[in-house]
């Protein structure tokens, strides 16, 4: 039985499936899985009915029954990052997975994922248990359609489009006119990228960068699936299959109104601050850092927002609403909605955290990328001076 059940998922793996993210939200919380077992039942139906099979130690199988409600959202091709989180692949559990994607309410009240090639809202009509998995059937109550796009295909146990499309290639070679794909960390991408992509257009003129952003563990998935040939990235939390290049170190510090007498001070302890209202950064690894200064102190922070643009940190402690904690210090003192900052050092010089540039090991190395990663370290070199 165990071979035939190894040559049966042998075979399945060779179906192509789309890959679906199935979310559901109500009296048992918020919860989501990454599911290829996804078709169609009827559409001649009073309404159409669909399927998907959920295993039963999935944690969103209990929710999607006592909920009662989901949702099937079709990813495009470029949203095998939302796929991945909801499979679980970084670590992330329970609501804190829908951080990787923007969601609104289906009228059954379960969560549709913005973006998707579809979505299919559902109320759960039927459970049936085969094996380890749930069959459930939903009634589709609403429909969301993309204007385009392409769906995120699995197949052969990889990630795959619904067109043959050629791999990223380095410039330089065959059928590549010159062109880089950098991949950045949202937080510092307008601290440091154009004073470096000028000075990249200034000495490789005839190579094209562009230019992709996200969070520090989206910048390392489109890196560690050859969608960018580098990674601005924090140097923490990287896949094995990833080599960095530490290109500079910063160190933390506090941010506050400018009325704020603490800014006036030459340094300010952070235990100090532990009962104040924190403005946190919450991006995955800014937050963990943040936290993580408060942990080797044995404080606790006190969190009164959490926005996920450094932009909105800065303008809501210029209004007074808190202090923040951080270590990309932009040229200016003035937030974006027109509010006077002053920046103070920390006391005691806390963990740094340094900035890296990622490659894949197993990258093709080419004249440009070799040029483009030493321009990289020599920008960060000079600019640290």
């Known amino acids: 039985m165990s071979d035939l059940r190894q040559e049966f998922l042998d075979g399945m793996s060779c179906v ?26 009827s559409a001649d139906t009073e309404k159409p009915v669909l399927l998907v099979c959920v295993n039963d130690q999935s944690a969103g199988a209990a929710p999607i029954i006592e909920n009662g409600v989901f949702t ?12 991945d989180t909801f499979a679980g692949r970084y670590g992330d559990k329970g609501e804190a997975k829908f951080d990787c994607a923007e969601w609104a309410d289906g009228v059954t009240g379960a969560p549709v994922l913005r973006g998707a090639l579809a979505s299919f809202d559902c109320r759960l009509i039927e459970d049936r248990v085969v094996g380890q998995h749930h069959v459930f059937f939903g009634e589709v109550q609403q429909v969301a359609l993309a204007v385009q796009g392409r769906a995120l295909i699995y197949a052969n146990r990889s990630y795959s489009t619904a067109l043959s499309l050629p791999p ?33 257009r200034q000495e490789m003129p005839g190579v094209q960068v562009d230019v992709l952003e996200g969070d520090q563990s989206q910048v390392a998935h489109l890196v560690e699936t050859g969608e960018a040939h580098f990674g601005l990235l924090y140097d923490r939390e990287l896949p094995g299959i990833l080599e960095k290049e530490v290109l500079t170190t910063q160190y933390p510090y506090a941010l506050f109104a400018a009325d704020d007498p603490r800014g006036q001070e030459a340094e300010v302890a952070l235990a100090d601050l532990a009962n104040d209202p924190l403005v946190l950064l919450d991006q995955p690894l800014s937050r963990d850092y943040i936290g993580g200064l408060f942990e080797e102190l044995g404080k606790a922070p006190n969190i009164a927002m959490r926005p996920s643009s450094i932009e909105l940190v800065r303008s809501l402690v210029g209004q007074g ?37 990622v490659r894949r ?10 040029a483009f990663s030493d321009y990289c370290t020599r920008h960060f070199a000079e600019a640290a001076k």
């Open 361 to 370: 090991t197993s990258g093709t190395e080419t004249q440009s990328t070799r």
């Open 72 to 83: 099937v959202n079709i990813l495009r091709d470029d949203q095998s990052f939302v796929s």
């Open 16 to 41: 192509a499936a789309t890959v679906n993210v199935v979310a559901t939200d109500g009296p048992a919380g918020r919860a989501g899985v990454t599911v290829s077992a996804m078709s169609s039942v």
């Open 168 to 200: 990223l290639k380095g410039p330089g070679e065959s059928g590549d006119s010159g062109r880089i794909c950098l991949a950045c960390l949202s937080s510092f991408a307008p601290f440091h990228l154009p004073a470096l992509l000028l000075r990249l």
């Open 321 to 357: 609403l808190g202090y923040a904690i951080l270590v990309t210090r932009p040229a200016g003192d003035v937030s974006y909605d027109g509010s006077n900052l002053v920046a103070c050092p920390l006391a005691g010089q806390p963990s740094p955290i340094s900035i890296a540039l």
